[in-house]
């Protein structure tokens, strides 16, 4: 595929973090520090990596659904959108190229890890209005539901599932962090 042809992931980075605030954190979580690097930086460049074409929404928006809008209407004419929340610092770049590919063939794509449905949730061109249109604080989850089946891939990343909403979210990435760069599996 060449880079026309690829799905922009749109990292979601306009949240407000109040879990994160609540639980003792500083800050946006976003920003926390993570090994060293602010949480977004790695989900960034997690990205970079993939090779995939991508668009950070930092925007100030009332909710997720109308962040997600925003982003899908500056990329209109993707083939496609992986939807990645920017406090997903682990998810594997081949996790992202993936999934990506799954969209050549299925409208809606998501990574499972151990049962668990993870992030970025794929949606094809077939989506794009419904995707535009979405306002308000939930995201694209009422899409998932009846439109069009949801075609599950199993993978071996925990990243797709591990979010930071508090502090101890963020302990526990440092410390997944720390034993994958002991006993690398890539």
Same mark, same amino acid.
């Given at each position: 595929?060449?880079?026309?042809?690829?799905?922009? %992931?749109?990292?979601?980075?306009?949240?407000?973090?109040?879990?994160?605030?609540?639980?003792?954190?500083? #800050?946006? =979580? &976003?920003?926390?520090?993570?090994?060293?690097?602010?949480? /977004?930086?790695?989900?960034?460049?997690a990205v970079r990596r993939s090779g995939l074409p991508m668009h950070v929404e930092q925007g100030a928006?009332? #909710?997720?659904?109308?962040?997600?809008? @925003?982003?899908?209407?500056?990329?209109?004419?993707?083939?496609?959108?992986?939807? /990645?929340?920017?406090?997903?610092?682990?998810? @594997?770049?081949?996790?992202?190229?993936?999934? @990506?590919?799954?969209? @050549?063939?299925?409208? &809606?794509? !998501?990574?499972? *890890?151990?049962?668990?449905?993870?992030?970025? %949730?794929? *949606?094809?061109?077939?989506?794009?209005?419904?995707?535009?249109?979405?306002?308000?604080?939930?995201?694209?989850?009422?899409?998932?539901?009846?439109?069009?089946?949801?075609?599950?891939? !199993?993978?071996?990343?925990? #990243?797709?599932?591990?979010?930071?909403?508090? %502090?101890?979210?963020?302990?526990?990435?440092?410390?997944?962090?720390?034993? =994958?760069?002991?006993?690398?599996?890539?």
């Open positions: 595929m060449s880079m026309p042809d690829l799905p922009v %992931v749109l990292v979601l980075a306009s949240g407000r973090g109040t879990r994160f605030l609540a639980s003792g954190g500083e #800050g946006s =979580k &976003l920003q926390a520090l993570l090994a060293g690097r602010p949480v /977004l930086e790695w989900t960034v460049d928006h009332a #909710g997720m659904g109308d962040s997600i809008a @925003a982003a899908v209407r500056t990329h209109a004419t993707a083939p496609g959108w992986l939807i /990645l929340p920017g406090d997903l610092p682990l998810v @594997a770049p081949q996790t992202l190229r993936l999934i @990506a590919g799954q969209l @050549a063939s299925h409208a &809606l794509v !998501a990574p499972v *890890f151990q049962g668990r449905r993870g992030h970025p %949730v794929g *949606f094809s061109r077939l989506f794009g209005e419904r995707l535009m249109a979405l306002q308000g604080p939930q995201g694209a989850g009422a899409l998932l539901a009846g439109v069009a089946p949801l075609h599950r891939v !199993a993978v071996e990343d925990a #990243g797709v599932v591990t979010d930071i909403d508090t %502090v101890s979210d963020l302990q526990e990435a440092e410390r997944a962090m720390r034993s =994958k760069l002991r006993d690398p599996i890539e």
